[in-house]
Antibody, heavy 117, light 107 residues
């Protein structure tokens, strides 16, 4: 069974940093690109970042470029999102998702990031 | 950035009836269009990719059509479990972009 489990969310002050993790199982992690997608409370879905199978290619939404870094450790079956200079508008549930040719066929339940003083 | 526009924002339909949801792209995305279903407190679930290909395990009452800039998701006979929010998403260009969603509610 394919599983994606996010962790690392929590309360952080504006300007602070946080590192999210996504532990996967049930498939060969190194064979799939991965995405982070977020959803602000009561709002729609927004792509945050993408990474290729071996991590040599990454992409970011303009809203997070220069502040967030996506990475992966294929030996640990884990995806990461390092978030810095956090703003109120970054507050959201962050989902990791498995990418297949650009769309996402499996999603994690998400981890909530709250940015507040 | 490609803007995806869904209509209507809310659709009220009775169980057993047909629902038709629309999605328009601001420029052509070819057939690189997916539909997702999301229920409260849950992760999105992939329904359709390639504009018209049902994902694994998705019932045949869900169908997708369209190409270029105009797309449709049709649910042929609504079941109680189908009432949810539906999002379209283009994956032709980066950044991937979603529509704002259509809430399908019980009439």
């Amino acid at each position: 069974e394919v599983q994606l489990v996010e962790s690392g969310g929590g309360l952080v002050q504006p300007g602070g940093s946080l590192r999210l993790s996504c532990a996967v199982s049930g498939f060969t992690f190194s064979s799939y690109g991965m995405h982070w997608v977020r959803q602000a409370p009561g709002k729609g879905l927004e792509y945050v970042s993408a990474i290729s199978t071996n991590g040599d290619r990454t992409d970011y939404a303009n809203s997070v470029k220069g502040r967030f870094t996506i990475s992966r450790d294929n030996s640990k079956n884990t995806l990461y999102l390092q978030m810095g200079s956090l703003r109120a508008e970054d507050m959201a549930v962050y989902h990791c998702a498995r990418s297949v040719s650009g769309y996402d066929d499996y999603w994690g339940q998400g981890t909530l990031v709250t940015v507040s003083s | 950035e490609i803007v995806m526009t869904q209509s209507p924002a809310t659709l009220s339909v009775s169980p057993g009836e047909r629902a038709t949801l629309s999605c328009r792209a601001s420029q052509s995305v070819s057939s690189n269009l997916a539909w997702y279903q999301q229920k409260p407190g849950q992760a999105p679930r992939l329904l359709i990719h390639g504009a018209s290909t049902r994902a694994t395990g998705i019932p045949a009452r869900f169908s997708g059509s369209g190409s270029g800039t105009e797309f449709t998701l049709t649910i042929s006979s609504l079941q109680s479990e189908d009432f949810a929010i539906y999002y379209c998403q283009q994956y032709n260009n980066w950044p991937r972009t979603f529509g704002q969603g259509t809430k399908l509610e019980i009439k």
